[in-house]
């Protein structure tokens, strides 16, 4: 089996308190992501010469990831005042990666669903956060070598939408309440390389960079990740992630995001 890279997912779990129409409008998503991960495969394996012997992965996992969050804010009527808080409430995660393999080519699929929340105190006076972070990429791969230890070129598109909602309460002489509603949609292309080392017949070490830019003014991610092969159609995969997104203006709110930590996933291949 292949090693496939894995993209994290934070920790907890209030799934309680996601609406019936948001639990819906995820279910559509998963839909979309399943027809597009298809509708890619049927593209290409044509040029691929046949459409069987793709090799697919699913691997659902765990981010365990700070989130660092500076929202910008652009306070018109009066002194600006700038937030950078790590948002440690997590309300909802979900990520899953998907793959697929044929010779030299593989194409890629991965979701990534943040629901953040956190209240913090500045000297300033308190701000309230919510935040809404929906990351999906999709692209190909191309491996330089048909030798198990090699070097691969990627490219592809990443999709951001950022929904935030922010409100400041100032305490002092200019005490007041300032609130900040924004959703946007950032389209980037997205250019890398993955460097994939399989160490012996169990244990393997791979390694991905890329960059990003367009709608947003620029993004970068890194990935060390360690594999074990527990059966042919089985990995456990384990490392770090870090992802820096540097936003467009949103409205008055020019935010700024940052993602790193640990990360575990099982890859399962078929």
Sequence with gaps: MDFIETVPSPNATNTGRLSATYQLRLGEIMKDLSRLFAALIVAVAPAAGYAD???KSVTPYLWMSSVALDTGVDDVSGPSVDFKDILDDLDFAFQIHLEARKDRL???LDFTNLQ???RKTKAAGEIDTDSSVFIIEAGGTYALSDEPRHLELLAGVRTMIIDME???ETTGPFARTQRESE?????DAMVGVRYIWPLNDKWTFAVRGD???GDSDFSWNAVALF???FRESGMLQFGYKHLNLGLEEMGNLDPDMEMGGPMIGY???F
């Design 267 to 269: 890859s399962m291949s």
């Design 106 to 108: 593989g194409l890629l």
């Design 183 to 187: 959703k946007e949609t950032y389209i």
């Design 166 to 168: 922010v409100e400041i």
């Design 116 to 118: 953040l929340s956190a």
């Design 53 to 55: 012997g793709w090799e």
């Design 227 to 229: 594999g074990y092969q």
């Design 211 to 213: 960059v990003a830019s």
